[in-house]
């Protein structure tokens, strides 16, 4: 039996809020805290590993996997490519007593809510608009119409703070994540490196 009861946990929040890096923190530094592996339609990044930071679905794919019922919750994000929470192995990790990550959009985070309110919400939020803006900006791999779609959806997105259960703050990394494990309560968990 766990020691903590298991507990699906949500982190959401504005784009370039910085949730992919807390991600890719939390991946090298708590490799024990399960993150959900999305599926997504959008192509792989330079870097990106199939079945490791999402699973690549051709449209066809993602359509039969929402008709089969198959996801947690999916959603367009920035009105653009697909993305989606296979049900599976959530469920799985939580049945056999291990606390469960899902690192997702807003409107994902709503749709939980609705299925799983028992689960904790936990939004990201950026150290600043300026910071964010930075982020958006300096991130350089979206081009200028996908920028301002982006920053259009952050814009609403800032305002959600107050649906959440908790808000963490990014203003560096390690700590965020640091943050967000003991919430998970893997608070005895040690982080591997600094
Ligand atoms: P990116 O394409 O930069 O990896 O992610 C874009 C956005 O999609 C991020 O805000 C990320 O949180 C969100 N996202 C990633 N996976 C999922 C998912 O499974 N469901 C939902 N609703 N959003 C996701």
């Known amino acids: 039996m766990a020691e903590h009861p298991a507990r699906l946990t949500v982190l959401a929040g504005p784009t370039a809020d910085g ?38 679905l051709s449209p066809q794919r993602f359509e039969q996997m929402v008709a089969n019922g198959e996801f947690l919750e999916h959603a367009v994000v920035h009105g ?44 990201l939020a950026p150290p600043s608009w300026e910071e964010l803006l930075r982020r958006l900006v300096g991130r350089g791999t979206e081009d200028a119409e996908e920028r301002e779609r982006r920053l259009t959806s952050a814009r609403v997105e800032l305002a959600a703070a107050a649906e959440f259960d908790h808000t ?26 600094r």
């Open 168 to 193: 963490i703050v990014n203003d560096d990394v390690h700590r965020a994540t640091d943050e967000l494990v003991a919430l998970m309560g893997c608070e005895r968990s040690q982080p591997l490196t």
């Open 19 to 56: 949730k992919g890096t807390v991600s890719a923190d939390l991946r090298v530094r708590y490799p024990e805290v399960w993150l959900s592996v999305s599926a997504t339609t959008r192509s792989p990044r330079p870097g990106e590993v199939d079945g490791v930071h999402y699973h690549f």
């Open 80 to 123: 653009r490519n697909s993305y989606g929470t296979p049900s599976r192995p959530v469920q799985e990790k939580l049945a056999a007593g291990q606390p469960a990550l899902l690192e997702i959009d807003l409107q994902g985070a709503r749709q939980v809510r609705e299925t799983m309110p028992e689960a904790r919400f936990v939004f």
